[in-house]
């Protein structure tokens, strides 16, 4: 095949040429690597995030290797700011909905309100804002990708993520799932990927981080990265309805360390 992809002869790197796509929690890990392959693919990359030196950080990189990149601060949990972004970004063709975090007490004993509602607003009202932001844009033409970044804990709740989490993640879950009963005849797909145990700077808030050994073992970085591209590069009459993956060393299976 020469290289040619069968995504209307587009080669595997400007298959996204002429896409905008908006990455949020994009100056680090999933998001950062996501934007970076999608950068490479053609994409014009916008990132998001709270902090600006970590984005533009990213924003160089692509800059660096030829791609093209901007960055937009913003705390998807604020919707009046979500939706003054997306204004300002103009038409997009893929949102990946990365942000996301977790508290360090998180099992019920310890979980409190005030980390409940943290929780909530990112995971979970951080995906819904800037989804319903794009979502007219994409409706008006007909055509629009959607990737949300939930977890192997929304889809299997346990002990190690704490309710909060899980709970959140199983919502995003619903929350694709609804987008493709409803949008579907407009054009519009969504994808929520689910991971297993990733290395990136969130196993930091667990009570008892994982060991570097294990760590190594987990999903990497650019594992992700390359599963957003691959969606994204996807013809669009083509839906990846759920994507659940995870380490072949399946902590989740074998035993985790730090569970008492």
Not at 57 to 71: F, P, Y
Not at 196 to 208: F, H, M, N, Q, Y
Request: charged share 20%; with cysteine.
């Amino acid at each position: 095949m020469g290289g040619k992809r069968a995504n209307g002869g587009k080669t595997a790197m400007n298959a996204l040429n002429g896409k905008t796509a908006w990455i949020t929690g994009g100056g680090s890990g999933i998001g950062a690597g996501a934007a970076i392959q999608l950068a490479e693919a053609g994409a014009e990359v916008i990132v998001s995030g709270r902090r600006a030196e970590p984005l533009q950080s990213v924003v160089d990189t692509i800059l660096a290797a030829g791609g093209q990149a901007r960055a937009l601060p913003l705390d998807v949990a604020e919707k009046a700011a979500v939706a003054d972004a997306a204004a300002a970004i103009g038409p997009v063709d893929i949102l990946l909905a990365n942000a996301g975090l977790n508290v360090p007490a998180r099992g019920m004993g310890v979980l409190n309100t005030d980390d409940w509602d943290r929780v909530v607003n990112v995971n979970l009202n951080g995906v819904f804002y800037p989804v319903h932001a794009v979502l007219p844009g994409m409706r008006t033409r007909g055509a629009g990708t959607l990737i949300l970044i939930a977890s192997w804990a929304g889809r299997y709740p346990g002990k190690l993520t704490g309710p909060a989490y899980s709970t959140t993640k199983r919502a995003v879950i619903a929350l694709s799932e609804s987008i493709n009963g409803e949008e579907g005849g407009n054009g519009i797909r969504s994808t929520v990927i689910m991971p297993g145990e990733v290395a990136t700077d969130i196993l930091k808030s667990r009570p008892r981080p994982p060991s570097a050994l294990d760590q190594a073992r987990m999903l990497q970085v650019d594992d992700l990265a390359r599963t957003v591209r691959f969606v994204a590069e996807m013809p669009q009459h083509v839906c990846l309805n759920e994507i659940l993956i995870a380490p072949t060393w399946n902590r989740f299976y074998m035993g985790i360390d730090e569970l008492d």
